[in-house]
Nanobody
């Protein structure tokens, strides 16, 4: 059974940092595009960052320069380093993988999702 499990969320003050992890099981993620999305209360799901199998990355405009996505294919793990956090970053963060080697940061291009991990940033 394919499964993604996120961890690393929590509460932090503005300006602080958190690192999210996503562990995949049931299949090998190395050839699949992976991404982080987030959803704040009352808002739609937003693409945060994505990465392909060889490490090419892309970021949403609101997190460029503050967040870094990377992957460890040996451990089947996706990570998101979040620095200079702002209150607007408060959301549930989801890890997702696409059936394709490349995908846009659009939720319909991803077919497997984790259960999410909450990030709360206080100002």
């Amino acid at each position: 059974q394919v499964q993604l499990v996120e961890s690393g969320g929590g509460s932090v003050q503005a300006g602080g940092s958190l690192r999210l992890s996503c562990a995949a099981s049931g299949y090998t993620t190395s050839n699949h595009y992976m991404a982080w999305f987030r959803q704040a209360p009352g808002k739609g799901r937003e693409g945060v960052a994505g990465i392909d199998s060889v490490g090419h990355t892309r970021y949403g405009d609101s997190v460029k320069g503050r967040f870094t996505i990377y992957r460890d294919n040996r451990k089947n793990t996706l990570l998101l380093q979040m620095d200079s956090l702002e209150s607007e970053d408060t959301a549930m963060y989801y890890c997702a993988t696409s059936r394709y080697a490349y995908a846009e940061l659009l939720d319909y291009e991803f077919n497997v999702w984790g259960q999410g991990t909450q990030v709360t940033v206080s100002s």
